[in-house]
């Protein structure tokens, strides 16, 4: 008799715990919904930014709005990623993993505040970097003083350097003497 | 006293002091909570001042726009969108206001918190639903101005403001849900 009471009462605290567990789960994915919401704002303010840098028709300003606007979608994408893990994690029940991921998404919330007050991350820089060397590398003979950026001013933030000069590489690869068919062409007649 | 009825005073103990202190939680925390729910509807009362201002703008500019315009098909529809959203920002930071308002009568701390969440998530709704009629306000302004260049600029803005503000409306509505999930176990 004893010990069937015994056993009802451990069922009862094992169900008890249970619950806690869960609400302790909802209410953390409650809250990395909120922040999943905040990097949202931010997107919407940084878009607004834009709009309000195209019709100044400033061009430096334009670039640097551009420049927040993808690092703060960077950001969001991060975030979404991270809400992701923690939910699936949540699910499976693996409270380090879902901690883990709600790391993620604060860092992720920290990186899209940190772009939309002007602070871009180096590795965004860097990978832009990178694209404007990959778009003025057409696989031609390489020309001394390929794809030039003209509009390139050295005082200027690097976020903002990068981005012009991804600007100004398009627009190179565009024009009559970039890209790769300029390399291409024949020699003349003589 | 038996074994099993000296346990059940236990539970009954620890879930009475639980109580108590989560009771105390709500008192000594709630200031916190209240002040950062009215930090970020301050925020959005900026902003929807701001939507404000620039929908009084747009009516005077709206008149400059020749009727026969290339844009004012883009124009009327833009409008649309921001009437929409002007609306949602207006009904987003009452319930922010009304949200927050609870927080002090919270009967605990995690309800207050909850209250406290969903403030804050509302005024985001509201914050970018204002975002949004600023954006439109801007493309009916450059719409005005004749600044084509600008306006392809604007468009790709208006789109991704749009998009943000639905998951930002979308993460309400989870925050909401996850929040009444919790209270009907």
Same mark, same amino acid.
């Given at each position: 008799?004893?010990?069937?009471?015994?056993?009802?009462?451990?069922?009862?605290?094992?169900?008890?715990?249970?619950?806690?567990?869960?609400?302790?789960?909802?209410?953390?994915?409650?809250?990395?919904?909120?922040?999943?919401?905040?990097?949202?704002?931010?997107?919407?303010?940084?878009?607004?930014?834009?709009?309000?840098?195209?019709?100044?028709?400033?061009? #430096?300003?334009?670039?640097?709005?551009?420049?927040?606007?993808?690092?703060?979608?960077?950001?969001?994408?991060?975030?979404?990623?991270?809400?992701?893990?923690?939910?699936?994690?949540?699910?499976?029940?693996?409270?380090?993993?879902?901690?883990?991921?709600? #790391?993620?998404?604060?860092?992720?919330?920290?990186?899209?505040?940190?772009?939309?007050?002007?602070?871009?991350?180096?590795?965004?820089?860097?990978?832009?970097?990178?694209?404007?060397?990959?778009?003025?590398?057409?696989?031609?003979?390489?020309?001394?003083?390929?794809?030039?950026?003209?509009?390139?001013?050295?005082?200027?933030?690097?976020?903002?350097?990068?981005?012009?000069?991804?600007?100004?590489?398009?627009?190179?690869?565009?024009?009559?003497?970039?890209?790769?068919?300029?390399?291409?062409?024949?020699?003349?007649?003589? | 006293?038996?074994?099993?009825?000296?346990?059940?005073?236990?539970?009954?103990?620890?879930?009475?002091?639980?109580?108590?202190?989560?009771?105390?939680? $709500? %008192?000594?925390?709630?200031?916190?909570?209240?002040?950062?729910?009215?930090?970020?509807?301050?925020?959005?009362?900026?902003?929807?001042?701001?939507?404000?201002?620039?929908?009084?703008?747009? @009516? !005077?500019?709206?008149?400059?726009?020749?009727?026969?315009?290339?844009?004012?098909?883009?124009?009327?529809?833009?409008?649309?969108?921001?009437?929409?959203?002007?609306?949602?920002?207006?009904?987003?930071?009452?319930?922010?206001?009304?949200?927050?308002? @609870?927080?002090?009568?919270?009967?605990?701390?995690?309800?207050?918190?909850?209250?406290?969440?969903?403030?804050?998530?509302?005024?985001?709704?509201?914050?970018?639903?204002?975002?949004?009629?600023?954006?439109? %306000?801007?493309?009916?302004?450059?719409?005005?101005?004749?600044? %084509?260049?600008?306006?392809?600029?604007?468009?790709?803005?208006?789109?991704?403001?749009?998009? $943000?503000?639905?998951?930002?409306?979308?993460?309400?509505?989870?925050?909401?849900?996850?929040?009444? !999930?919790?209270?009907?176990?």
């Amino acid at each position: 008799m004893k010990n069937n009471q015994y056993r009802t009462i451990s069922l009862m605290a094992c169900v008890a715990v249970l619950l806690v567990g869960a609400q302790v789960s909802v209410a953390n994915l409650a809250a990395a919904s909120g922040l999943l919401a905040d990097v949202a704002v931010m997107a919407s303010q940084s878009s607004s930014a834009l709009a309000a840098a195209a019709n100044s028709g400033d061009v #430096d300003a334009i670039v640097e709005a551009q420049a927040r606007v993808d690092a703060v979608d960077a950001a969001m994408t991060e975030a979404q990623e991270a809400y992701s893990a923690m939910e699936q994690a949540s699910n499976a029940g693996d409270e380090d993993a879902a901690a883990s991921a709600a #790391d993620d998404l604060a860092a992720a919330k920290q990186k899209a505040s940190d772009a939309l007050s002007g602070i871009i991350p180096e590795t965004n820089s860097q990978s832009d970097a990178q694209g404007s060397q990959d778009q003025a590398d057409t696989g031609g003979p390489v020309r001394e003083g390929e794809a030039p950026n003209v509009f390139d001013q050295p005082w200027e933030t690097d976020g903002v350097r990068n981005a012009k000069q991804a600007l100004f590489g398009t627009f190179w690869n565009a024009s009559s003497q970039g890209g790769a068919s300029f390399g291409e062409r024949d020699a003349t007649p003589q | 006293m038996n074994r099993s009825s000296y346990i059940a005073l236990m539970v009954v103990a620890g879930l009475g002091f639980s109580g108590a202190l989560n009771s105390a939680c $709500a %008192v000594e925390g709630s200031d916190q909570l209240i002040a950062e729910a009215n930090k970020s509807i301050s925020i959005a009362e900026d902003t929807v001042g701001e939507a404000r201002a620039a929908i009084e703008a747009a @009516k !005077q500019i709206l008149s400059t726009i020749p009727a026969d315009s290339d844009q004012m098909v883009e124009v009327t529809e833009m409008l649309a969108k921001v009437k929409d959203n002007w609306a949602l920002a207006l009904e987003a930071l009452d319930g922010a206001k009304e949200s927050a308002s @609870k927080i002090p009568t919270a009967s605990t701390a995690e309800i207050a918190g909850d209250y406290k969440l969903l403030a804050t998530v509302n005024a985001g709704v509201a914050l970018s639903g204002a975002e949004v009629v600023k954006t439109g %306000v801007a493309f009916v302004e450059a719409v005005a101005a004749d600044k %084509v260049e600008a306006l392809d600029i604007i468009r790709v803005a208006m789109q991704d403001s749009l998009a $943000a503000s639905s998951q930002v409306q979308f993460n309400y509505e989870r925050v909401k849900s996850l929040i009444t !999930q919790k209270y009907s176990k």
